[in-house]
């Protein structure tokens, strides 16, 4: 089955989970110029209650939240959204972390700070989405 081309008709649902204003914008304006419809919430109870009303076809996932571990959170997502990809974020990166995000569901984990080439790598790989970038 061939996957729909993402236009601004027909947008790529992306979510943020993350608490540090800094990586929600950074995220934000990387992927803004491109046919994404994106949502950011801070916490997982906020981002509980957004996914019993959207289901999002990426997720921007940090470990560390202040109400848990989105490592955790990845259990859940796959239950009730198998088709979501989660893309884990997290400044603590050490390889057991790696290891336990991708063993618990994550498709791809990227450590901070990641640079805007692996964001658009990531999403490439997940979403089939091509980025058409310009060189200077």
Do not use: W
């Not at 209650?49 to 796959?78: C, H, Q, V, W, Y």
């Not at 088709?83 to 290891?99: F, H, N, P, Q, V």
């Amino acid at each position: 089955m061939e996957q729909a081309a993402h236009t601004p008709q027909n947008p790529l649902k992306i979510l943020i989970i993350d608490d540090e204003g800094d990586t929600c914008f950074l995220l934000q304006s990387l992927l803004k110029e491109e046919p994404f419809e994106i949502e950011h919430v801070n916490t997982l109870g906020q981002a509980d209650i957004f996914l019993k009303e959207e289901t999002p076809s990426l997720i921007f996932l940090d470990n560390r939240l202040p109400d848990g571990l989105g490592m955790n959170f990845i259990a859940d997502i796959r239950k009730h959204y198998p088709l979501t990809k989660i893309i884990m974020i997290t400044g603590y990166s050490a390889g057991s972390d790696r290891k336990k995000a991708l063993t618990k569901g994550a498709d791809i984990f990227l450590p901070k700070p990641f640079t805007r080439q692996q964001v658009y790598s990531s999403v490439e790989e997940l979403t089939g989405f091509h980025f058409n970038l310009k060189t200077a």
